[in-house]
């Protein structure tokens, strides 16, 4: 037998073993663990702020943008916040052993299926310490062990973060072995757990674009990919533009360094004489940058004290990541739906309408993990779906599409039972 050599090796090891106890974890032993996770980061609120403050300086220092900065950024509103997911998750319907679409045939087998978790799961993530907890948790109630990489940028956050949810869990009934977090900041462990098909089953990448690429080349198991959200908001003319200002607003400016925050807002012609000025001075009040095309910019310029700037090609299909949006005025929906088939991520794209044919063909055209009609982008998140919280926001189409929760992160088994049938 090959000897196992180093970090990775021997937490996949340990997650494999402990994934086949986990599978048949009774729900109550689950729930005790995630409830006792959210007291837990409760108590330790100290310490974990302390060791984020530590990851937080040295990003600072190291010359870190704003926004992931915010994304590295924990704070006592943020933890109770994470908590509170947790409680969600706890409360939620575990979806191991649900067993679906049973039915009789006519020679007498009972055949249908079962869900099962998918055994173990890899996360490979950038900065965002929120996420060692959101997916521990989810994999914990769907009953899968989670091996935890995350970036040299949130080593402490995420190695006390980590050391609170075994401390918290392992006690109560999780097998030791099913959270596992790799402490090692060496990048060729990643190449390592890309090929380690036979012990991990599924990768998450989570960060920016060359992260994903990278695995999504080189896993040898199957990966969601998505995180990347070029994010459209089509003001339509039969649109409400009360309702189309506090959309757009909340879209770009709630927390504009986010995924699902609007990065271009499409107006249609008829209205944007009045919608405009409207909405760039809500926008300049919050201190957002403007890049705008040129019928936007006619309209727009005679406002004063406006960050207006003259849209490049480079600013369509482009994911700002801070208070910067682009601005274009199109002459129909049918110019909308071409330019986010266009540049859209498949991430979340919304339209703005009182029209129901026009809200309705939105829905149907738009190829996206999320549509909406009439409601802010913001929206896409697994917690705000009731999913308690996610993993993951998947923009491709198998096997899931969207906020990954519970039942996204199991699979499903044949069950057929019988009475001595033989096949004739």
């Known amino acids: 037998m090959k000897p196992v050599t180093n970090e990775v090796e021997v937490k996949t090891k340990a997650a494999k073993a402990a994934s086949k106890k986990l599978a048949c974890l009774a729900t109550d032993i689950k729930n005790k663990a995630l409830f006792s996770i959210a007291d837990e980061l409760i108590a330790n609120e100290k310490s974990i702020l302390a060791a984020n403050q530590i990851d937080y300086s040295e990003g600072e220092k190291a010359g870190m943008g704003t926004a992931m900065l915010d994304r590295l950024l ?13 409680r969600s998750v706890a409360a939620l319907p575990d979806p191991v052993g649900e067993t679906f679409e049973m039915r009789t045939l006519p020679n007498g087998l009972q055949v249908g299926k079962r869900r099962v978790p998918l055994g173990v799961i890899g996360a490979i993530y950038e900065s965002r310490p929120n996420v060692t907890v959101d997916i521990s948790a989810i ?3 769907s009953g899968n062990a989670i091996i935890l990489r995350g970036g040299k940028e949130a080593i402490h956050s995420n190695l006390s973060l980590a050391k609170v949810i075994q401390n918290a869990s392992y006690p109560v009934g999780v097998p030791e072995g099913a959270v596992q977090f790799i402490e090692s900041p060496d990048r060729s462990l990643i190449g390592q757990m890309l090929k380690m098909r036979d012990t991990i089953d599924l990768i998450i990448p989570r960060g920016g674009a060359e992260l994903i690429k990278y695995v999504a080349e080189n896993a040898a198991m199957p990966v969601v990919t998505g995180g990347i959200g070029v994010c459209h908001t089509y003001i339509d003319h039969n649109a409400d533009l009360d309702k189309a200002t506090a959309i757009a607003y909340n879209a770009k400016v709630q927390r504009p360094t986010v995924c699902n925050a609007l990065d271009t807002l499409l107006v249609h012609a008829d209205v944007a004489k009045n919608y405009l000025p409207r909405i760039v001075t809500e926008w300049g009040k919050a201190g957002v940058e403007m890049h705008c095309d040129q019928r936007a910019l006619a309209i727009i310029q005679p406002l004063p004290s406006l960050k207006v700037v003259a849209a490049s090609d480079q ?3 482009r994911e700002f990541l801070a208070l910067v949006a682009a601005i274009k005025v199109v002459d129909s929906l ?6 986010i088939e266009r540049y859209g991520s498949g991430h979340s794209e919304a339209i703005v309408t009182e029209d129901y044919t026009a809200a309705m063909r939105f829905l149907n055209e738009v190829d996206a993990a999320c549509v909406y009609a009439n409601a802010s982008t913001r929206f896409t998140d697994g917690s705000q779906f009731g999913l308690g919280a996610e993993v993951g926001i998947s923009t491709q189409k198998l096997h899931a599409r969207g906020p990954l929760g519970l039942k996204e992160l199991t699979t499903y088994k044949w069950i057929v039972l019988g009475n001595g049938q033989v096949r004739p």
């Open 315 to 317: 600013d369509w299909g």
């Open 139 to 141: 994999c914990l109630k």
């Open 334 to 339: 049918d110019e909308a739906l071409e330019h």
């Open 74 to 86: 924990l704070t006592p509103e943020r933890i109770r916040a994470i908590s509170s997911d947790i």
